[in-house]
């Protein structure tokens, strides 16, 4: 319970032994031929709505929260247009930080990132790319490719980086799915011994790798596969769960080696506030869900307004 709804739910508060009194009362009330003043019903409602308020603060998951990307802004020149395949134009950190922050609601900073719908390794990917597909699936022949973000291994507009990161400044998140890309490139491609056959151990074999926080040791990673007459690249989407990680995590980092990878429709699962995640206190007793407090408070009112309908139809006189 939250400390708001704590200080409410305490000036709401009924001792146990004024319950008993007023029963008492008003058993003695009823046999005399008296129904309880409405007074007496201010008891139960604040009952009532302390468990509303204890139901509308207690901690829950937020809904998961989805980033395809499609609405950042394009607006910085591309000087090597004719030869990185980014497009006349692409996205900078500032203006994919601003899409995320007005999709989630607050601040997210982003770093070491380009949005493009073009990019597709030089003309050396076979096959879909994140701009021309969704979860591995084609948009389409009349479908224009979309937008995703890649790490600015181009230093357009910043210097070039192997990874990108993103800030919540008041978010925790629990779980993350998205799509992912790893482009080929020339330091393992299919005429060197580090492409020419599965190499995965080879320290140039590309490959993508998600850390938290700031953590030294990856969270997860994935590989680029081998296919015989092709430059090893990598596609795919994956789900992670990162809810067991102690103290919530509020910065997740996308690291390639070597060149470029990308992600697309990023979609988050946790809850605002640093600390606005459930947690089992240290006594081991979980507060109580939601449901069973509205029903509660519901069932309590219900009951209230009855015996007052009751009590009105009969006419008696009042305690």
């Given amino acids: 319970m939250t400390k708001a709804a704590a200080t409410a739910v ?20 009823r046999a005399r031929g008296g129904r309880r003043s409405p007074a007496r019903f201010g008891n139960i409602s604040k009952l009532a709505l302390a468990a509303l308020v204890v139901a509308a603060s207690t901690s829950s998951m937020a809904a998961p ?14 000087p090597y247009n004719s030869s990185n395949g980014l497009g ?15 999709v989630l609601g607050s601040t997210v900073t ?16 076979v096959g879909e790319t994140l701009g021309t597909s969704d979860a591995g699936v084609h948009h389409g022949t009349m479908t224009p490719p ?14 070039a980086s192997d990874r990108f990161s993103m800030t919540f400044a008041n978010y925790s998140v629990t779980s993350l799915s998205f799509d992912w890309e790893i482009f080929p490139d020339n330091t393992c491609s299919k005429y060197t011994t580090c492409g020419s056959s599965y190499h995965p151990t080879y320290s140039n074999w590309p490959d993508i790798e998600l850390f938290v926080n700031n953590n030294t040791s990856a969270t997860w990673q994935a590989l680029a596969t081998f296919t015989s007459g092709r430059d090893p690249q990598g596609m795919g989407t994956a789900t992670v769960d990162l809810s067991g ?42 507060e109580p869900s939601t449901l069973p407090l509205v029903a509660l408070a ?22």
């Avoid at 979309?146 to 210097?159: L, Q, T």
């Avoid at 990308?262 to 979980?286: E, H, S």
């Fill in 65 to 78: 929260v989805v980033f395809n990307f499609n609405s950042v802004t394009l607006g910085v020149s591309n």
């Fill in 10 to 29: 305490r000036g709401m508060a009924v001792h146990p032994q004024t319950l008993e009194f007023e029963h008492a009362g008003d058993t003695a009330c």
């Fill in 146 to 159: 979309d937008v995703f973000i890649i790490n600015n291994n181009f230093a357009i507009g910043a210097s």
């Fill in 245 to 286: 990680i102690s103290g919530g995590v509020t910065k997740l980092t996308f690291v390639d080696w070597p060149a470029e990878i990308g992600i697309d429709n990023l979609t988050i699962t946790g809850c605002a506030g640093l600390t606005g995640c459930r947690v089992v206190p240290f006594n081991n007793v979980p």
């Fill in 88 to 102: 006349t134009s692409v996205g900078s950190t500032t203006a994919i930080g601003s899409y995320m922050s007005g």
């Fill in 298 to 319: 519901l069932a309590t009112l219900s009951m209230a307004a009855l015996r007052g309908r009751r009590n009105s139809r009969i006419g008696t006189r009042s305690c």
């Fill in 110 to 125: 982003v770093t070491g990132a380009l949005a493009t719908a073009t990019y597709n390794g030089e003309g050396h990917v």
